[in-house]
């Protein structure tokens, strides 16, 4: 790890001016301490925005707000979380461990980077740590990689579960920047790889995400989220569904969906939800819309089981929500 | 064969039997569920650890590896590494002390290492994450800082890394830990041509991991005098110090290896290169040293368990007997000291009129493998067992009722006696406990919800080892306790605990008044601890040394004691001394025979051959059974059920034992489900480095985990016990992948059993 | 320990009831300022990235794995490590129970397990809920084997003292 100086920051403003001078936003640090010890990271200067806005604000307008430090498990654990967003506390609880999220905040997991095994080891080529380096998982071992959006330079996944739930829940994330602030929504936060993977984000430089924005939660909707890994509890999503689902009369009314483990971004199901719309809520209309999400997959050979396991996990979890 | 071991084994068939323990059958202390003596200060934090010791002055090293898996350094340049923050000096092979090979783990030599060369000799790269240097500064976060700056150019060469790719360059080795690295009889391939029922598969292992969770650690202090004190993460103190003082060319007295605990062993807690490396550091700075592999290091600077690639083919008549038994394997290593014995339980475990049976090596450039729990028989009976259950569906049969058609009298290949064979008895008492009767039947014909539920089973196997060699010594204090002392090591085996109950049975003591010391060579010299060997190998040598003790004693015996002129012979250990054998009232306590003096003291040695085993066919056996749910939509596999029957002598402690088994079987459902060391066929390095992207088992995987001792003592092996470390892993993969089978009639025969490989198969709904 | 050229940081952290402070790099992770400096070797080093849990301890009583917390972070905080649990004289009940259910082997992913165990107590009755939790309402949660399994699943161990482990857990604090 190089040497780096720190400084705890007071405010929001504070923090976005220390930025501005060179430093990095320290959230909960289970990410970035991490990737530091690797050099894949290499601040000199670190701002700990991990005291800032801690805590969870429920709106008239019935939208709620997470504060950006607020910690993971404090808002898989606050009971209006767990009434009306129970995809959000269900995802949330799907990721790390107990100890890691107890510590990560949800500024940390929006922008939390690869787990690509060829990204992490600096001796090997990847474009998203060393722009036209190359890409090791191409021709390596991508058997965890992505099927969706990917582009010649790139095929990693983005790794949280948290915010897939966010993409499927219509969540909007509160920027801070030099120039001020603005909103973005979560789905519209990254980047697809194209030809320059290591930008992943549209952040500009030195803006903080200060809070995430739930919309109010679809009347008469369920929800929930579903993971699938290869060991059962601790491990990164091979494939992961967000759903929120509204049937009335046997017709699907409104539905969200989002996917873990297939792009570079928590990605949001657009064609599948077209198909659904209006459709009978049954498990033949489910899968056919979900594999038309899949229509567009540029699968590898030992990733292309995603093609077929993401479809029927979609399926199979709007067959639970609607059944 | 060679024609001398030939000779030894028909003088051995002659030899006598040596006598039958006497304390086969005592139950005082063992056979007791005690709790680990040294339970308080394990969940206090306070049990002494490697990288836990701190000396005055000691520095901290931080290693720089390889980027290529074969080639020469170029040019290293350690400029800006040397002139960061807090360094004290960096060592590469410009400026390494000369060191010699350390003596490589083989059955015969007393050392340990497995890699054949020693580190920083030369420019030459071996493989893809050997170190080239090692930094030592003030902390380890300097350290670790500047071995990112050291800059290192490369002339790479062509590397031998893919162990699929190379399959057609399989040779044999000369042997197989001393074993015809092939054996055969008669006309295999025509009685497999004739048989009623074929199997004939071909079964895939890949690179495996111990992972134990604490990191290889070494310390290293040179004396002002040039002597060396190492404190190391090993489970082979003697072996250890064999092997640096060797190759650090100093008289073993002048070298003392500490280890008083070790974060899990597995096999892998031996000589590597970052031992020599602290030694080397500590030499060339002038200061004591610690250095701590990174997880990503212990991945790709010591050897895991070698990838397999084994056909079985099984031939059998229309009743289920053998006609034919294959197994043509092929395992990819770097020496032949650590061949990956995978065609081990193929010459034990079935009758069969005709057989081929053998392994092929394949060399690559990769760290050399070592040993891991239960090396070679835990991924030789993956295919084995597997094929075994593949011709069980064939034929039609109880895949048990199969196994009992084809047991043997007789040891199949060698011909040998069994000195006990219980391996029917263990799978009738887990079948009565699993509910075998009441199985699944059908492939894919079991559902609850979401799950298709499956049934398996397979046998666990595994050789009965004593390490010859060892001395104990035992002293008697003033106050009549007994200290028993040897130079032997605890990985989480329970070690301290076994020790004390074997020599409190043989001593005539309660536990509370024995204890046992270990964990450094100062102490008698102890075998290592590995081939489940260690208790034998220490039972043995207490019982030597207590009988050692005996004379001591009763030269101490006073004319007026009862006990005056009686012959060791004469005398048993019995209430806190000894007494006459016959007539129970003449007896003396340890205080009385001790009496003025601090202690008394005797050290015996073990018996130098073990020649028991070259005269009888003598292994532990077991039936695993397990239910495993796969999930209908994802292929998500769960162990849901597990009863392991173990047929492994007397058991000395059954709770400890017990979590020994369970421990095995909680590794082979990792070996069966996820495990996979992804070795990067361009470069020859280990991928997911990481204890993260390498899964083992967590507590959501693993059920619990039912254990049944047949505990029937071995009559020829001391107080009739076997090793258990790692009998529970042979067999757990095969059982696992047999119980998927009949869960999804979806076999598969590569290893691990992901869900891709069962959902693309099966079209499950 | 801080040296000539690096950036330093004096950090007082509250560690088992006693306030202790350092100067220390700032690159010190509060594993390495317990264990290296605070000479609170009980918590252990497993792989320094997050992935084992043998670090854990708990900060504010919420357990945390220290190898990825910067000491600096941990400025002004309350932390129990194992020693701060019991000692051989008097031992924690979770501490005894490992004991008694063989919970352990080697011993060294222990302290983190137990750490760990004496947290799901808290997260249980706040009703924080985990992936295996069936009412995500309820105000708070039975700790279930099942849930016991999967909170626990952040400390690997790699004896296989699972079913200890659990047993354990589950006498002391188990529903």
Redesign the interface.
């Known amino acids: ?3 780096f100086t720190y400084t705890k920051a007071a405010d929001a403003a504070e923090a976005v001016r220390l930025a501005a001078a060179g430093a990095r936003y320290l959230g909960g640090g289970t990410n970035l301490v991490d990737l530091m ?1 690797e ?1 894949i990271e290499r601040p000199t200067a670190l701002v700990d925005v991990s005291g800032l806005a801690q805590g969870i604000t429920e709106h008239p307008d019935g939208s709620v707000e997470i504060g950006a430090a607020t910690r993971n498990t404090a808002v898989a654990a606050h009971p209006r979380i767990r009434r009306d967003y129970p995809v959000l506390a269900r995802a949330i609880v799907s990721g790390a461990s107990g100890q890691i999220r107890n510590a990560a905040t949800v500024g940390g997991n929006l922008l939390q980077r690869t ?1 690509c ?2 990204f ?2 600096v ?2 080529r990847c474009n998203k740590r060393e722009p036209g380096s190359g890409c ?1 998982a191409r ?3 991508h ?1 965890t990689h992505a099927v969706l959006a990917t582009s010649a330079h790139c095929i990693a996944t983005h790794p949280s579960d948290m915010c897939v739930a966010l993409v499927a829940l219509d969540a909007q994330v509160h920027i801070l920047g030099p120039a001020g602030a603005r909103v973005v929504a979560v789905a519209d936060l990254y980047r697809d790889p194209g030809e320059t993977p290591h930008l992943e984000t549209v952040l500009g430089p030195a803006e903080l995400i200060t809070a995430v924005r739930l919309p109010r939660a679809v009347d008469g909707a369920v929800s929930t989220y579903r993971k ?9 999503a ?1 494939v992961s569904v967000a759903a929120v689902l509204r049937v009335v009369d046997a017709t699907v009314a409104d539905v969200r969906i989002a996917l873990g483990g297939v792009a570079s971004r928590p990605w949001r199901a657009r064609v599948a939800e077209r198909e659904l719309l209006g459709a009978p809520a049954e498990p033949d209309t489910f899968k056919r819309a979900a594999e038309a999400e899949f229509r567009s997959a540029r699968p590898l050979p030992d990733n292309a ?1 995603k093609v ?2 993401a479809p ?2 979609v399926a ?1 979890v709007l067959k639970g929500l609607s059944g | 064969m060679s024609m001398m071991q030939r000779a030894t084994e028909a003088l051995n068939r002659t030899l006598p039997d040596r006598d039958v323990d006497p304390l086969t059958t005592a139950r005082r202390v063992v056979g007791q569920p005690v ?2 003596v ?10 002494a ?1 490697t ?2 010791v ?1 000396l005055p002055g000691m520095a901290f090293a931080s290693l720089v ?1 390889s ?1 290529i898996a074969r080639g020469r350094i170029r040019r290293i340049d350690v400029t800006r590494a040397a002139a960061a ?2 360094v004290i000096g960096v060592v590469t092979h410009d400026n390494a002390p000369r060191m010699d090979t350390p003596v490589l783990m083989t059955l015969t030599a007393k050392g340990c290492a497995f890699i054949d060369v020693a580190p920083l000799q030369d420019d030459v790269v071996r493989w ?1 994450g050997q170190a080239v240097a090692v930094v030592v500064a ?5 350290a ?2 500047a071995a ?1 700056l050291v800059h290192v150019e490369y002339d790479a060469d062509a590397a031998r890394t893919s162990f699929g790719d190379l399959q057609s360059e399989a040779v044999f080795p000369a042997d197989v830990l001393g074993e015809p690295p092939e054996i055969t009889r008669g006309d295999v391939d025509g009685a497999l041509a004739g048989a009623a029922f074929v199997v004939d598969e071909v079964y895939s292992t890949p690179q495996h991991h ?6 290889h650690a070494t310390v290293a202090r040179w004396t002002p005098e040039g002597k060396l004190h190492v404190w190391d993460s090993t489970q082979a103190l003697v072996r250890t110090r064999h092997s640096l003082a060797h190759a650090m060319g100093l008289p073993e007295e002048d070298v003392t290896v500490t280890c008083r ?6 096999g892998n807690k031996t000589v590597w290169d970052h031992q020599l490396l602290c030694v080397a550091a500590a030499r060339v700075t002038g200061r004591p040293v610690r250095l ?1 592999l ?3 290091d212990a991945f790709r600077m010591t050897g895991g368990r070698a990838p397999s690639r084994q056909r079985v083919a099984l031939g059998a008549d229309a009743a289920g007997r053998l006609r034919a038994l294959v197994h043509d394997s092929v395992t990819g290593i770097v020496h032949e000291n650590s061949p990956e014995q995978v065609s081990v339980p193929a010459r034990h475990l079935y009758a069969a009129d005709t057989y081929r049976i053998g392994q092929k090596k394949v060399v690559l450039d990769v760290v050399p493998n070592a040993s891991m729990r239960a090396p070679g028989d835990s991924i030789g009976s993956f295919a084995l067992e597997s094929a075994i259950d593949e011709l069980a569906s064939r034929v039609g049969l109880d895949p048990i009722e199969l196994r009992r058609r084809n047991e043997p009298a007789v040891d199949p290949t060698d011909g040998t006696r069994f000195s006990k064979r219980h391996l029917i008895e263990a799978y009738r008492r887990g079948a009565e406990r699993f509910g075998w009767q009441e199985r699944n039947r059908v492939p894919g014909g079991q559902r609850d919800g979401r799950w298709l539920v499956g049934h398996g089973t397979a046998s666990a196997f595994y050789p009965y080892i004593r390490m010859p060699g060892g001395k104990v010594r035992i002293r008697i204090t003033a106050d009549g306790r007994a200290i028993v002392s040897a130079a032997a090591n605890d ?4 070690t301290e605990t076994v020790q004390v109950q074997q020599a409190a049975e043989r001593l005539g003591l309660p536990i509370d008044r024995v204890g046992f010391e270990f964990g450094d060579t100062t102490l008698p010299e102890s075998p290592i601890a590995a081939g489940s060997a260690q208790t034998a190998s220490l039972v043995i040598t207490v019982a030597a040394a207590a009988e050692e003790l005996k004379k001591v004693l009763l030269k101490r015996v006073p004319r007026r004691s009862a006990l005056y002129g009686l012959k060791p012979n004469d005398v048993v250990y019995r209430d806190g001394g000894l007494r006459h054998a016959g007539d129970p009232s003449r007896a003396a306590t340890f205080e009385e025979l001790v009496g003025e003096a601090e202690y008394v003291e005797a050290v015996g040695s073990s018996p130098m051959l073990p020649l028991e085993f070259m005269k009888y066919s003598m292994h532990g056996y077991g039936a695993h059974f397990c239910e495993v749910r796969v999930d209908a ?4 596999t ?1 162990v849901s059920r597990w009863v392991a029957c173990i047929d492994a002598g007397r058991i000395i402690n059954p ?2 034992a ?3 088994i ?6 082979g459902v990792g070996s069966a ?2 495990e996979e060391g ?1 070795v ?1 066929r ?2 020859g ?1 280990t ?7 390498y ?8 059920c ?2 039912d254990v049944i001792f047949l505990d029937l003592p071995d009559p020829l092996t001391p107080m009739g016990v076997h090793g258990v470390g790692e009998i529970g892993i042979v067999g757990v993969a095969a059982a696992v992948a047999n119980a998927v089978y009949n869960a999804t009639g979806v076999r598969v025969r590569d290893l691990p059993i ?3 490989k069962i ?2 198969g099966s079209g499950a709904s | ?1 801080a ?4 950036s330093t940081a004096e950090v007082t952290v509250r560690v088992n009831g006693q306030s202790r402070s350092a100067d220390i ?1 700032t ?2 992770s509060l594993l ?1 300022l317990l ?2 400096r605070f ?14 849990g ?1 670090c854990t301890v708990l900060v504010d009583d919420q357990r945390t794995l220290s190898c990825l917390m910067l000491a600096v972070q941990a400025d002004g905080r309350e932390v129990t ?3 701060g ?4 004289a008097a ?1 924690h009940r979770l ?2 129970a ?3 259910h ?1 919970g ?8 983190g397990q ?1 750490c760990s165990g004496v947290a799901l107590a808290g997260e249980a009755a706040a009703g924080v809920p985990s992936v295996v939790t069936q009412d995500l309402r309820a105000e708070t949660v039975e700790l279930s084997v099942e849930e ?3 909170r ?15 047993a354990a857990v589950s006498e002391v604090y188990g529903s």
């Not at chain 3, 649990?85 to 051989?88: N, S, V």
């Open positions: 790890m190089r040497e010890r050099e787990r095994p060829y992490y080891d001796a090997a090791d021709q390596g071992f058997r699938v890994r290869d060991r059962t509890s601790y491990a990164f091979l089981f077929s396991l029927r996990v199979d | 709790s680990r040294d339970g308080p200060a394990k969940v206090t934090g306070g049990a650890f990288a836990d701190d590896p980027r923050p807090g893809n003030e902390s380890q976060e300097c670790d800082a990112h111990h992972m134990a969770i604490e990191l605990a070790v974060g899990g062993g597995f701590a990174r997880r990503k990985m989480g085996m329970g939509v994802t292929g998500e769960r709770k400890t017990a979590s020994q369970r421990g095995a079987v909680i590794m489900l996820m992804l990067d361009r470069t390095r991928v997911n480095a990481s204890a993260a992207e899964h083992v088992p967590v507590h959501a995987d693993v619990d985990i992901t869900l891709d959902f693309t | 320990m040296h000539e050229g690096i790099d690159r010190t390495d264990r290296d000479r609170l070797t009980g918590t252990k080093w497993g792989c320094n990235q997050g992935g084992c043998a490590t194992i020693e649990l019991g000692d051989a031992l501490q005894e490992f004991i008694a063989d352990f082997q080697c011993g060294y992913c222990t302290a137990i016991i399994r999967e626990m699943s952040g400390n690997l161990c790699r004896c296989g003292a699972h079913n200890g482990i659990v």
